[in-house]
């Protein structure tokens, strides 16, 4: 990876995800923030709309990760680099309350009632860049 990448992952916070949708087949492209956290690249968002009680509607860009891990993660603030990746969604609780509790989640607590409500809901996955850069 070069050096400008680098940066931009220490950095950079708006970038594209290009994910192969889960039902059509067909790249689907959706602007998102991903944090570095430990040295780990996270894409994580609040839970989707309440549709009852404690159940909430799951984030297609999630649902589109699952079926299909591989994906582009595309660079547009400092540079623009598109980089071959792979989504590993997080569903450790303990894990997910380390990330959710992170300096660089705050916007995320700032949205919702509870940590908990982000541990128990909210999408998060693991991005593991393919060596091609």
């Known amino acids: 990876m070069n050096d400008a990448i680098k940066q931009a992952l220490e950095t950079d916070r708006t970038i594209d995800i290009i994910t192969t949708g889960a039902k059509t087949g067909l790249q689907r492209t959706t602007e998102i923030w991903f944090n570095k956290i430990n040295e780990r690249i996270i894409i994580c968002g ?54 959710m509790s992170a300096p660089q989640t705050q916007w995320y607590r700032n949205q919702v009632d509870s940590v908990d409500v982000l541990v128990q809901h909210s999408p998060i996955v693991e991005v593991f860049f393919e060596d091609k850069t």
């Open 46 to 99: 609040t839970p989707g709309a309440e549709i009852d009680e404690n159940v909430y509607k799951p984030r297609d860009w999630l649902a589109n990760l699952k079926a299909n891990p591989n994906f582009t993660f595309v660079l547009k603030e400092s540079i623009h680099a598109e980089l071959p990746a792979k989504a590993v969604e997080i569903t450790d609780a303990d894990d997910r309350r380390t990330i």
